[in-house]
């Protein structure tokens, strides 16, 4: 057989077989060919010669491998082969090259039979990467997810900052635009003073909104940020400091609702004669304009927060997985409540341009749409990653009169334990009176 196999190679004019599998499935490859591509959308313009050529990423990745299966058994090879390729959904492929691909998407096989060749039969496989993010030499980190985190989030500013003004210059514009910009002025700095009072220590914000509108968005980002820079968010203390993030987080989106309650309606002819807090109108839109400005600055200091929390988890244990799949979840209904308003304003924006016979420009809202879903999605990987990081989560019985650190003896033989325990289990009454036959929640190793 060994005479045979080396004819064979021969022929392809290789020395050596390589091995691979799919779904467990061993075969032999002959040559691999992979195909990495982008995904590109160009903007051309008449009378301009060229185009613009906007990136959107990478496409899922295109394996091609040219394998042959041999021996008085080769029919057996193919069946199973066969099998495996029936069963639906992505599966594990074992590359020649870059190793294990978790998600790997059966497309296609030719299967070619030659007489020549009387106990051998090749096949040309096609797969392709399933998912957004998966790495063919390395996978992601919690520190490669936290500075993903931080970049979009940064992004996500820079675009909330940039919207912000140009609403205002396009309101200011408007027939009664002074007396509506100073109502959005008066609640940008509701907000800023709202927050200030929550947090101790706080310096107090010199920006001038009037002047420079996007100083709502860094002096929120700043006053936010000096609150969590604050707290630990590691031990024993991460519940109540991520408790405390939420809290605030909250209270900064309800303050621009706040102050239209709070304000008298009054008739006003020269809006900058009398103080800010007094105006003639407020206009739901402008106060959803300062909402939405106000989530998407909670929701990045929110991410960031909780992808700290985790990064710290991965040295410093401090939580439950449920506590985890919170902390996410918290993040998460944020994310959406931004969602549901940036996309409510884009709706406004294309309604209102069609009824004039113009074309909304949607490229901002839509961006900023794009960055909060990638937001969620990195969130939740780097979420899973750490839960599936642990071993798995059971129960078990205590069998004797014992305190948590005889239990963390008696399952693990390793007495310092017993902090991990109590943390899996909250609703322990007394951890030093533990009874025969009760239950405790426990990781299986």
Known sequence: MSDFISQIAAVAGIDTL??????????????????????????????????????????????????????????????ALITAFKTGGPGELIHPIYNSIPRA??????????????DAVTVELVFVESGEVQALFEAASADRASESITSTGNSLLDGAASAFSTAMRDIRELENGVERINTIVAQGEYVLDGVREQIQGATASVSNLL??????????????????????????????????????????????????????????????????????????????????????????????????????????????????????????????????????????????????????????LSTTITQLQALAYTLQKQAAALIQQRPPLVTREVTRRANLHLVAFDWYADASRAEELLRLNPQLANPNDLRPGMTLYAYSR
Request: net charge neutral; proline share 3%.
């Open 211 to 364: 002047d420079t509108p996007a100083a709502l968005v860094s002096d929120l980002k700043s006053l936010l940020s000096t609150f969590s820079d604050s707290l630990t968010l590691t031990g024993s203390g991460v519940k109540s400091d991520w408790q405390q993030v939420t809290r605030l987080a909250q209270t900064t989106v309800a303050l621009p609702q706040q102050y239209v309650a709070s304000r008298s309606i009054v008739t006003i002819s020269k809006p900058y004669r009398l103080p800010l807090s007094r105006v003639t109108a407020i206009r739901s839109s402008d106060t959803q304009l300062v909402t939405r400005t106000a989530q998407l600055v909670t929701v990045s200091e929110l991410t960031a927060v909780a992808a700290t929390i985790f990064a710290n988890e991965t040295t410093t244990p401090s939580l439950t997985s449920t506590q985890t799949e919170a902390i996410t979840n918290n993040v998460r209904s944020a994310i959406a409540d931004a969602l549901s308003a940036c996309r409510t304003a884009l709706l406004t924006d294309i309604s209102e341009a069609r009824s004039r016979g113009l074309t909304a420009d949607t490229r901002t």
């Open 18 to 79: 390589m091995e691979a599998s799919y779904r467990g499935v061993p075969f032999d490859v002959v040559a691999t060919r992979d195909t990495l591509a982008r995904d590109t959308v160009n903007y051309a313009y008449p009378y301009h010669d060229g185009a613009t050529v906007e990136d959107q990423g990478l496409k899922a990745i295109n394996f091609r491998l040219s394998t042959i299966l041999f021996g008085l058994d080769w029919k057996q090879q193919l069946n």
């Open 105 to 118: 998407q059966f497309l296609e096989a030719g299967i070619e039979k030659r007489a020549e060749e009387m």
